[in-house]
């Protein structure tokens, strides 16, 4: 930490040095001074002491703090809970971002034909991603909900089921549905990015490609689909990256039960630090999450700088 | 410039790294996991100073409650207003919390030797911090509404015959049932087990979506409601003296017995918590639902062709003729600062508010639910002119005639020996990770309910999971003596 | 398009009839899909059982002056990364992201003794100082590839004629990276009135939380006595997104679009 601001006072590659007047130096130092200050603080300090705090015990009274090495580390790797959380977290991540996808993409190849409605629907659309997740979680468990909700009544209305099911009451199917919840949320944000890209996709190049005979598959493949890859891909890390650590919706819904059944690595944290009161593995896991996290992220980079090289 | 700017960040880091370092090592003040550990620890530390001498002049009290619905606070404010007018001196500002935090930061307060003023009392903390010395003795205040004559028994904490916190109010859990439905199958409201089971039998019926008896079977309702049930059993988790007789097989009977009733539960039992007994009763789905006050205050407005089918009980779950009758409820108290400025002052308002129309007022807000402690206010709300009230006196003295009769898990260690209940006002000081929400009890019910375990191997698994908390807890506080009665 | 639209939008066209169903029917053994006698008290309970205007307004505060203070900041620090390539700001931009993708939960319990050491505990003041911390990696992550898009010429232009450096950020390119702030703006706006976790961890008295935590509260209190109430909540919390949205669509597509959250 401490080198890398050292390191000031030797740049070694500033471009425009030679332009710039000393205040020029002054004003870019002022001008994000608050940043850094408030980022550090209020971010990367915090951020720092959690991975601090995974190598030592910490006494949840007192919070008296023992060094215990990869004790926490050793503890977490041999609960099966751990293990359960991570495989429930794979399953969510990839559960909702392979439904937003298809279906966001699918929806935003739909509102780009030009079809009467198509700007009230955009909007429309997107609605789902302003809903709040506390309204999120208080509608769905509304709509699911075994004595009022609708969703049992038109399954029983329909002679489908004969009596209510509690879908939220099941592990399985309250994960699924969290699932299903994540998936209607977030989809528009797809939508949105995908949208956004394909408005500024060059003319030119679908006009070569139908003058060259071209049916709508293969300008969908060769043409559109190239030119989506980039956003889908950094939108495609934003969504993994925000699903992996989503805490809000997960816990809202469930509060982590029944027995574990929604208890993804977020909401595993939560649990150990603040009902367990392990505090020590509760901090080794979310450093494991950061891990994770970062290791993801360097994928899709170097899979974001293929797809931008292949379009030029 | 740069050089400048590289500094100053550096010393702000290395200032940051250290202020954050200490700050792990010792702030306990505000942490309060292990309740009698923070207490205990700081007793020695704090000289405790009341200032007595001449309260005259302006002066300002804090009130500190949980109670934060607005209709709450209104009637509190206006309280205040008619104390303020009789005492122009005198300001009271009210400070809300949640439940959550209410021991937190009261510990804090308490422990730093600040003057908390007048505030709700965490139950499982009253001891610890009588015997500490935090509270302001309340005994001539008590003695002033009416003493032993007027309170109901059990209502007030005491410890060594001096009163440290008087009550406001406590909610009354009976059966709500149908009468209705009861009568079209020929039954008669249930007195025991045996007819309990045979009703909800009974009763349930998929076809029309009829369940017979509303059970919680989510975490936090979960142990509280079945508690009722092993104490009609003649059992409890814990001898007074904190040893565990949860171990004894008659409790796993009472698990079988009770997970038995839930075979005629609604659909989603499983999920249950407190507002689902309530909907599952006012929707029409369950003949029988375990609830207090609020169900019956909900009815008018959520379900008012059932009002008059409607009536309540006391818990039925006895299965010997001896079954002791107990049922789910904690007293709300309140308290005031030992180190509080203005003792006399605090102490004069503090019987302004308990006693009289105030308080009946203040329990008005929710009535029925919000059963007073004392026998005049009792018969003022059994009486109180509203529509509500005329209709249901009868519930109302339901639950004033059974308000001596609430226990709570975490509050009362060992009030029930063999089939006697004499409430003790003690927790066992390990019961949160057996008690609360989520703790061992609730996730006993949800391996058996959702997991699907059999009753026997969940029993053990908690028995053997509570035997460790207590010995953890107690290797740690090799100090604690078990009370004494 | 209309399945996608049915899609989106029927379980908020429920939440909102259920919101406007008189406790009674929403009770009622076999109830109606339309309310026979549609009601704002729902509504009016809402406002007078519990704190609901004081969360509002709490939650609005908070999100403005967070909004407010993360563009701005934001717009500096990204513009001085964009302009002044220096190794040390090149790795508070990678500590940024790194903080970006930071799980929100492994910050709670350290930043609660942080609050502390500062007397900021249950302090709205404390709150809002930390989502702008936090935010701000979201907000400088957007806006400095929006500042590299803005040509260098421009402000060179500009400074020839004799402009300072600050003014010619402030006049020139402030107003051409104005979509990309408004869009960081929208994002950062929902993003912080929805906000839960700290705001239900780092706020412990009712009258200082917000909308989520506080409604929250009712949900894991076991709080739940009317449904048509909670209803009524979930509409007016997502109201005021939804209608701040659809003022400023335009920009949001626009912003997102130009580049705004590209890597």
Redesign the interface.
């Known amino acids: 930490m401490a080198s890398a601001f050292k390191k000031v006072r030797k740049p070694k590659s500033n471009r425009h040095r030679g332009q710039m007047a000393r205040s020029d130096h002054r004003l870019a130092i002022l001008m994000i001074s608050p940043a850094i200050l408030l980022v550090f603080v209020f971010a990367l300090l915090p951020m720092l002491q959690g991975l601090f705090a995974s190598f030592f015990q910490v006494e949840s009274a007192t919070l008296k703090m023992t060094f215990n090495g990869i004790d926490n580390y050793v503890w977490l790797f041999s609960k099966p809970l751990f293990w359960q959380s991570l495989w429930r977290s794979i399953l969510w991540v990839t559960g909702t971002t392979v439904f937003q996808f298809v279906l966001g993409i699918g929806i935003a190849l739909l509102l780009h034909q030009e079809l009467k409605g198509r700007n009230i629907a955009r909007g429309m659309v997107l609605f789902p991603y302003l809903i709040p997740a506390i309204v999120l979680s208080l509608t769905w468990r509304f709509i699911l909900d075994p004595t009022m909700g609708i969703f049992n009544r038109m399954l029983l209305d329909f002679g489908l089921i004969s009596r209510p099911i509690a879908f939220l009451s099941k592990p399985h199917t309250a994960l699924l549905f969290v699932i299903i919840a994540g998936i209607w949320k977030y989809t528009p944000f797809v939508v949105m990015m995908v949208l956004a890209r394909l408005q500024v996709i060059p003319v030119e190049l679908e006009e070569a490609a139908k003058l060259d005979g071209a049916n709508s598959w293969q300008l969908f493949r060769y043409i559109t689909w190239p030119w989506l890859l980039p956003v889908v891909i950094v939108t495609l890390l934003l969504r993994t990256i925000w699903t992996f650590r989503q805490f809000d919706i997960v816990y809202l819904f469930a509060f982590g039960g029944p027995l574990f059944g929604t208890t993804t690595l977020p909401v595993l944290v939560r649990y150990l630090a603040f009902d367990a009161k392990q505090i020590g593995p509760a901090a080794a896991t979310a450093t494991a999450m950061l891990v994770m996290l970062l290791v993801m992220s360097w994928g899709y980079f170097i899979l974001y700088n293929r797809a931008e090289k292949n379009l030029s | 410039?740069?050089?400048v700017?590289?500094i100053v960040?550096?010393t702000?880091?290395v200032f940051?790294?250290a202020?954050?370092a200490s700050?792990?090592?010792n702030?306990?003040a505000?942490?309060?996991?292990?309740k009698v550990?923070?207490t205990k620890e700081v007793v020695k530390e704090v000289v405790v100073t009341p200032t007595p001498g001449p309260e005259t002049g302006p002066r300002t009290l804090t009130f500190f409650t949980t109670e934060?619905?607005?209709?709450q606070l209104d009637i509190l404010a206006e309280i205040i207003d008619e104390y303020h007018k009789d005492h122009p001196d005198v300001y009271i500002d009210v400070?809300?919390?949640?439940?959550?935090?209410r021991g937190?930061?009261i510990t804090t307060l308490l422990a730093a030797g600040a003057d908390a003023g007048i505030f709700e009392i965490e139950p499982s903390f009253s001891r610890d911090w009588a015997e500490a010395g935090y509270l302001l003795p309340l005994t001539d205040v008590f003695e002033a509404i009416g003493g032993e004559d007027e309170y109901i028994p059990g209502s007030y904490f005491q410890y060594k015959d001096t009163v440290y916190a008087l009550p406001y109010a406590t909610s009354v859990y009976g059966l709500w049932y149908r009468k209705d439905l009861f009568e079209e199958a020929g039954l008669k409201p249930p007195t025991n087990y045996d007819e309990v089971l045979a009703a909800a039998k009974a009763l349930t019926d998929?076809q029309k979506?009829i369940y017979g008896i509303s059970i919680p079977g989510?975490?936090?309702?979960s142990v509280n409601f079945f508690s009722t049930f092993l104490w009609q059993q003649c059992l409890d988790y814990y001898t007074p003296q904190g040893e565990l007789i949860f171990d004894k097989p008659e409790a796993l009977d009472a698990i079988k017995k009770w997970v038995a009733l839930t075979e005629y539960a609604?659909?989603?039992?499983?999920?249950y918590?407190?507002?689902?007994q309530?909907?599952?009763f006012?929707?029409?789905?369950a003949a029988m639902s375990v609830y207090a006050g609020?169900l019956g205050v909900?009815m008018p407005?959520?379900?008012?062709q059932l009002e008059d089918k409607a009536d309540i009980v006391r818990l039925p779950w006895g299965t010997r003729p001896d079954s002791p009758y107990v049922t789910y409820g904690s007293w709300s108290r309140i308290a005031i600062s030992a180190n509080t400025k203005y003792p006399e002052t605090a102490k004069d308002f503090l019987q302004f508010f308990l006693s009289g129309d105030r308080l009946a007022r203040y329990d008005a807000t929710v009535i029925g639910h919000m059963v007073p402690p004392t026998k005049s206010v009792a018969k003022m709300l059994e009486n109180w002119d509203s529509d509500y009230a005329k209709r249901h006196s009868d519930w109302l003295a339901f639950f004033n005639e059974n308000a001596a009769y609430t226990n709570h898990p975490d509050n009362n260690m060992g009030s029930v020996e063999g089939c006697n209940f004499v409430k003790k006002d003690y927790g066992p000081p390990w019961g949160g990770p057996i008690f609360s929400k989520?703790g061992i009890i609730d996730l006993m019910f949800?391996?058996i309910?959702?997991?699907g375990e059999d009753p026997e191997t969940a029993w053990k698994d908690a028995v053997a999971k509570m035997k460790d908390v207590q010995d953890e807890w107690l290797a740690a506080h090799p100090d604690w003596t078990p009370p004494t009665y | 398009m209309i399945l996608a639209i049915l899609w989106a939008t029927l379980p908020l066209i429920w939440v909102f009839i259920s919101s406007v169903r008189p406790d009674a029917e929403t009770y009622a053994f076999e109830q109606t899909f339309l309310p026979q006698n549609p009601t704002l008290e729902n509504y009016a309970t809402l406002f007078r059982v519990t704190r609901f205007g004081l969360w509002m307004r709490n939650s609005a505060v908070l999100s403005t002056i967070t909004t407010l203070a993360v563009i701005i900041l934001a717009a500096m620090a990204a513009y001085a990364m964009s302009r002044f390539r220096y190794r040390s700001f090149e790795i508070f931009g990678r500590m940024t992201l790194m903080a970006y993708m930071m799980p929100p939960i492994i910050l709670v319990v350290p930043l609660f003794f942080i609050l502390f050491k500062l007397h900021l505990t249950n302090s709205m003041i404390g709150l809002t100082l930390v989502y702008i911390g936090t935010r701000l990696p979201v907000g400088i992550w957007m806006l400095r590839s929006y500042f590299q898009g803005i040509p260098q010429e421009l402000e060179d232009a500009a400074m020839v004629d004799g402009t300072t450096r600050f003014q010619a950020f402030y006049k020139i390119i402030l107003p051409q990276a104005m979509p990309g702030m408004i869009a960081t703006g929208i994002f950062v706006f929902s993003v912080t009135w929805q906000e839960f976790l700290f705001a239900s961890i780092l706020i412990f008295s009712a009258q200082k939380t917000t909308l989520s935590a506080g409604v929250a509260s009712f949900l894991s209190e076991d709080w739940i006595y009317s449904w048509g109430v909670l209803m009524a909540a979930g509409v007016m919390i997502s109201l005021p997104l939804v209608l701040f949205y659809m003022f400023l669509q335009r920009y949001l597509i626009a912003g997102w679009g130009g580049g705004g959250l590209k890597g």
């Open positions: 410039m740069k050089r700017f590289s960040i550096l702000a880091l940051l790294v202020a954050c700050n792990n090592t702030t306990n505000n942490n309060t996991v292990e550990v923070v934060a619905d607005p209709p400070v809300t919390g949640t439940p959550a935090t937190e930061r998929p979506g989510s975490t936090n309702a609604p659909p989603g039992f499983e999920n918590s407190w507002g689902d309530i909907t599952a006012v929707t029409g789905k609020r909900r407005d959520q379900a008012p989520g949800q391996q309910f959702v997991g």
